[in-house]
C-alpha cells in the first residue's frame, strides 16, 4: 500500500461513499455519507418547497467527510462520479454524448472552481426506445469493469447496472453504444417502504425470502404479455389468502420487478446466448443473475464499488498526467 | 328530502366518506374521514413498529365523525362498506367467493357486536392469471351502479372502477363472475410524491398537463411489448434534456401508467368495441375514457360516489326488510 494520494467518491442518488486512495487507485480508508436525494429532500423541506435545481451545500458535506483525512494528510485532490455533476447535486456538468469512448468521459471531466476537485461527466444517448437517456457515475464503473475485467472491451456486450435506476448499456469495443434505465430499485423501495401491498406481517428469514424472491421472478414468467402492474397487487391477495410461502411479500415483489427489467432488456438487446456483464452490489448482481439464468442467459459479475473505484483511479491518472494547474 | 334514517359509509384505504341519508338513500349530508392506510399508518408508529392486524379505533373515529348527526337524530343505524371489514380496518368480514349474485353480497353483510353498524362483505376470485385478488367497496360501488344504469345487469358487461387499487371487473347477468386489480393509483402517487423521476420545476397549467399525459397515454401505444419499467424513467430524462411539453412529468407519468392499466384489461378481457362502463371520481373516470378511447373502446360513466351511496341504500333496504333484531 503506497501513501495516501487522492479521494476517488461516487456520489449516487442515494448514497455517498468517498475512498482514500494511493496513488496506484489501491483504498487505504472509506467514510459514507448521504445521497444527493436525502439531501434534495432535506434542503427542500428547510426552505418550504419542493424545487428542482436548489443548490445544495455539498462542499461543506465534502469538507466535513474528508476533514479526518485533510487533517493528517494536507489537502488531496479529489475525483468524483455520479449526481454530484447532476443538476441537483454539486456542480451541473454537461453529459457526454454516446456513443461514448473512454477517452471522451476523460475529456469531459470538469473542475470545481476554488478546489481540486474534478468530477465526471455522465452520459447521454438516446436509447433504444427511441427517448433520450442519461447516466450518472454508471459510466465509470463501466470504465473501472472494463479495466478490470478487458474482456468487456471486445467485441460486443450487454453490461447490466442494478440499482436505483438499473442500466443496461450496450459496449461496442469498450465504448459505451447506448443504454437504458429502468428505475427498478427505486420502485422496489417505494412499495416496500410506502405501500399497503407488501405490508408483513412476520419476517420468513433468508430460506423464505428465497422462495418468495424465486416465486416473484417465475410469476412473470407464466405470462409474458402481461402488464407488470396487474401482477403487482398478489403481494398482498396471496398473503391475505394465506398462500404458503408468501410471508415475505417484499421479496415475492423483488423478484416480480426484477424479471420485469431482466425480460424487458433481453426483449431491447437479444443478447442471446451471450454472457451478460453484471456490475453492482453483490446482493444485486445475484438477483440479477438469478432472473438471467431463469432465461437460460450466463452472466460475470464485477462487484460495484471495485469498478468504481477503478474507474476514479483510471481518470485520476488520467488527470494527473494532463498538464494544466490541476495536475498532480 | 325525508327525514335522517341511516349513516352510508365507503372507508377506502385512503379515505372515509360518511352520509347522513334518508330513507330513500337520498343523501342530506356528508362528512370526510382518514381512509385505514393512514390511520394504520399512525397506529403503527405510535407503537413503534409496522405490523399488520393492529387493531385500530375505527370505533372511536367513526363515533366522533357522526356524533354532530347522532347529538340531533339520535342513534341510527349505519350501513358501511369497504375496508372497514378488512384485516386492518374495523372487522374483519369475510369475503364472499364470486361468481357473486347481488343477494350472496347481502346476505354477507355482518353486524357489528353493541351497535348497529352492518359492514358489507368484500369479494374474492381467483383472477384471469390464476391468482387469488380481492375487493373491497367497489362491489357496493357496483350494486349501486346496477341500480343506476340496469343495462349493467343485462349480458356480458366490463366494468372498470379506477382508483388507488383500480378494479376490472367482468359482470355476467348483473353477477361479478371474475375481477383483477391494478394498484395503479397507488404507483402513481408513490412516484409522484416520493420519487427522484417526476420532481416537477414548474406547474405547467392544465393545458399543459392535458398534453403531458395524452402524450404519456400514446407513448405506451408506440412500444406495446416493451415493460413499463423502461418508460417510466422518461418522466425524468426528457424534463431534464429540455424536451417542449416535459413542464408536468407527473402528467406524462399519469399517462403512462393508465396506458399500462388499459392495455393489459384489455388484453385480458377483449371486450372487443362493446362498451366500458367506469365507475369512479369524474377525474378518473374522464382520465381512463381518454385512455379507452386511444384503443378504440367507447366507454360510460357512473360517479363513484352516487354509485356507493345507492349501492349502500340497497344493502339498508335489504336490512331493513329483514326479520331480527337489526332489521329497522
Redesign the interface.
Known amino acids: 500500500m503506497g501513501a495516501a494520494a487522492f479521494i476517488a467518491g461516487d456520489w449516487g442518488?442515494t448514497n455517498l461513499r468517498l475512498f482514500l486512495c494511493d496513488e496506484r487507485g489501491v483504498a487505504l480508508d472509506s467514510v459514507d455519507g448521504p445521497g444527493v436525494?436525502a439531501l434534495?429532500a432535506a434542503s427542500s423541506s428547510a426552505v418550504g418547497s419542493?424545487?428542482?435545481?436548489t443548490r445544495l451545500d455539498c462542499s461543506g458535506i465534502f469538507a466535513s467527510l474528508v476533514q479526518t483525512w485533510t487533517s493528517r494528510y494536507g489537502g488531496l485532490p479529489a475525483v468524483l462520479c455520479g449526481m454530484a455533476g447532476s443538476?441537483?447535486g454539486w456542480m451541473p456538468v454537461p453529459y457526454v454524448d454516446c456513443p461514448a469512448l473512454p477517452q471522451k468521459l476523460l475529456d469531459g471531466c470538469v473542475a470545481l472552481d476554488g478546489a481540486d476537485v474534478h468530477i465526471v461527466p455522465g452520459l447521454?444517448c438516446r436509447n433504444r426506445?427511441?427517448?433520450?437517456?442519461?447516466m450518472r457515475g454508471e459510466e465509470t464503473q463501466i470504465l473501472g469493469a472494463i479495466r478490470l475485467d478487458p474482456g468487456l472491451a471486445e467485441g460486443r456486450n450487454l453490461v447490466c447496472l442494478p440499482g436505483t435506476?438499473t442500466k443496461w448499456a450496450l459496449l461496442q469495443d469498450g465504448s459505451v453504444a447506448e443504454f437504458?434505465?429502468?428505475?427498478?430499485g427505486?420502485?422496489f423501495a417505494?412499495?416496500r417502504d410506502?405501500?399497503?401491498?407488501v405490508?408483513?406481517?412476520a419476517a420468513g428469514g433468508d430460506a423464505a425470502d428465497e422462495r418468495a424472491f424465486d416465486r416473484g421472478l417465475r410469476r412473470l414468467r407464466?405470462?409474458p404479455?402481461?402488464?407488470?402492474?396487474?401482477?403487482?397487487?398478489?403481494c398482498?391477495?396471496?398473503r391475505?389468502?394465506g398462500?404458503a410461502g408468501m410471508e415475505d411479500p417484499a421479496a415475492f415483489l423483488s423478484g416480480l420487478?426484477i424479471a420485469?427489467?431482466v425480460?424487458?432488456?433481453l426483449?431491447?438487446f437479444a443478447p442471446g446466448r451471450r454472457t451478460v456483464a453484471l456490475i453492482g452490489a453483490p446482493a444485486l448482481t445475484r438477483a440479477y443473475a438469478a432472473a438471467l439464468e431463469v432465461e437460460s442467459v450466463p452472466t460475470r459479475s464485477v462487484e460495484g464499488s471495485a469498478a468504481a473505484l477503478a474507474g476514479l483511479a483510471a481518470v485520476r491518472s488520467h488527470l494527473a498526467q494532463r498538464p494544466g494547474p490541476h495536475a498532480a
Open positions: 442518488t436525494a434534495a419542493a424545487r428542482a435545481g443538476d441537483i447521454r426506445l427511441g427517448a433520450p437517456d442519461l435506476h437504458i434505465t429502468a428505475p427498478t427505486e420502485l417505494l412499495l410506502h405501500s399497503i401491498l405490508r408483513s406481517s407464466e405470462h404479455q402481461v402488464q407488470l402492474l396487474h401482477l403487482l397487487f398478489e398482498r391477495s396471496r391475505i389468502t398462500e420487478l420485469s427489467d425480460r424487458g432488456a426483449a431491447l
